[in-house]
């Protein structure tokens, strides 16, 4: 009888659940980093790499990983990526099949999870492409801006007010570093902890222009230790947005529901997927949620 041959390695699920764990293990193991937890800035890795996303020529988004070239990974919006890029490269190493595009967004999931927050169905399909399709800077938003501008990026990617407010609860997570995009502070008292607090403390509190040398951003009055940007701010003062800013600080469940959802429509944007959208995986987080 002939020898059967070893055909190519296709990963299946419990493949890429090995590459989630390692991730889920690697956050937990390195608890120094920052407020304890690499998460938030692994999960602005995998929504960068989105959110570049164009729907009127299909350019951009997860699929590509174009931010390992320069000049993409240069662009300003994309300053201190490089720390989440180089968090994943031991898990590249141990688990080399697996593309860069997909693995990115698998740690996003990974880290939204085992902040705590809601279950991320995905699927596996990205392919890793050349810097000749590296974006042009400018398509990541401004956070000096206001309402108009966040319409004009985030309805290129093809989200609506609700789903623009949903999104923004990601900073219920991590911090800015004035070395990075210049500003400072955390949007909430537990950062490492996917919750509705951003919501919650946008409405509760009251916030005042801090005075500082560096760019215009909000401090909370009574603290003065939580920051707000301008476009954060935008979500409480605009008609569109605001009954979503409302409803997603009286109810937690909502917010993940709605977060679970257009974040997974966020990291398949412009995917050529093979696998169907009923195929998709869901993934065990480490953490037990209290
Ligand atoms: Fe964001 N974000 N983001 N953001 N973001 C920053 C940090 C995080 C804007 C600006 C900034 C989303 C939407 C917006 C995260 C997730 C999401 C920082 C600080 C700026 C500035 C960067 C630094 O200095 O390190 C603006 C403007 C918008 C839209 O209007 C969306 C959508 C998501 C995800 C779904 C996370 C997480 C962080 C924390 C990163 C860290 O390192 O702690």
């Given at each position: 009888?002939a020898?059967?041959?070893?055909?190519?390695?296709?990963?299946?699920?419990?493949?890429?659940?090995?590459?989630?764990?390692?991730?889920?293990?690697?956050?937990?193991?390195?608890?120094?980093?920052?407020?304890?937890?690499?998460?938030?800035?692994?999960?602005?890795?995998?929504?960068h790499a989105?959110?570049?996303?164009?729907?009127?020529?299909?350019?951009?988004?997860?699929n590509?990983?174009?931010?390992?070239?320069?000049?993409?990974?240069?662009?300003?919006?994309?300053?201190?990526?490089?720390t989440?890029?180089?968090?994943?490269?031991?898990?590249?190493?141990?688990?080399?099949?697996?593309t860069?595009?997909?693995?990115?967004?698998?740690?996003?999931?990974?880290?939204i999870?085992?902040?705590q927050?809601?279950?991320?169905?995905?699927r596996?399909?990205?392919?890793?492409?050349?810097?000749?399709?590296?974006?042009?800077?400018?398509?990541?938003?401004?956070?000096?801006k206001?309402?108009?501008?966040?319409?004009?990026?985030?309805?290129?990617?093809?989200?609506?007010?609700?789903?623009?407010?949903?999104?923004?609860?990601?900073?219920a997570?991590?911090?800015?570093?004035t070395?990075?995009?210049?500003?400072?502070?955390?949007?909430?008292?537990?950062?490492?902890?996917?919750?509705?607090?951003?919501?919650?403390?946008?409405?509760?509190?009251?916030?005042?222009?801090?005075?500082?040398?560096?760019?215009k951003?909000?401090?909370?009055?009574?603290?003065?230790?939580?920051?707000?940007?301008?476009?954060?701010?935008?979500?409480?003062?605009?008609?569109?947005?605001?009954?979503?800013v409302?409803?997603y600080?009286?109810?937690?469940?909502?917010?993940?529901?709605?977060?679970?959802?257009?974040?997974?429509?966020l990291?398949?944007?412009?995917?050529?997927?093979?696998?169907?959208?009923?195929q998709?995986?869901?993934?065990?987080p480490?953490v037990?949620?209290t």
């Amino acid at each position: 009888a002939a020898k059967k041959e070893a055909g190519p390695f296709v990963p299946k699920y419990e493949d890429y659940e090995k590459v989630y764990n390692a991730v889920a293990k690697a956050l937990e193991e390195h608890d120094e980093y920052e407020d304890g937890s690499y998460g938030p800035v692994l999960l602005r890795l995998a929504w960068h790499a989105s959110g570049t996303y164009d729907a009127e020529t299909g350019t951009g988004g997860s699929n590509g990983a174009t931010m390992r070239f320069a000049p993409e990974g240069d662009h300003g919006a994309n300053a201190g990526l490089k720390t989440a890029r180089d968090f994943l490269e031991p898990i590249k190493a141990q688990f080399p099949w697996i593309t860069y595009s997909d693995l990115w967004i698998l740690a996003g999931v990974a880290a939204i999870q085992e902040m705590q927050g809601p279950i991320i169905p995905y699927r596996p399909g990205r392919s890793d492409r050349d810097m000749s399709f590296c974006t042009p800077d400018g398509r990541l938003p401004d956070a000096s801006k206001e309402q108009k501008h966040l319409r004009a990026i985030f309805g290129r990617m093809g989200f609506n007010d609700q789903e623009i407010v949903a999104l923004s609860g990601a900073h219920a997570l991590g911090r800015c570093h004035t070395d990075r995009s210049g500003y400072d502070g955390p949007w909430t008292f537990s950062p490492t902890v996917l919750t509705n607090d951003y919501f919650r403390l946008l409405l509760d509190e009251k916030w005042q222009w801090r005075k500082w040398n560096g760019p215009k951003q909000y401090e909370d009055v009574s603290t003065k230790t939580l920051m707000m940007l301008p476009t954060d701010m935008v979500l409480t003062k605009d008609k569109g947005f605001r009954p979503w800013v409302e409803k997603y600080a009286k109810d937690n469940d909502a917010f993940f529901k709605d977060f679970s959802a257009v974040v997974l429509r966020l990291f398949e944007l412009g995917v050529p997927f093979t696998v169907a959208e009923d195929q998709r995986w869901t993934f065990k987080p480490r953490v037990s949620s209290t």
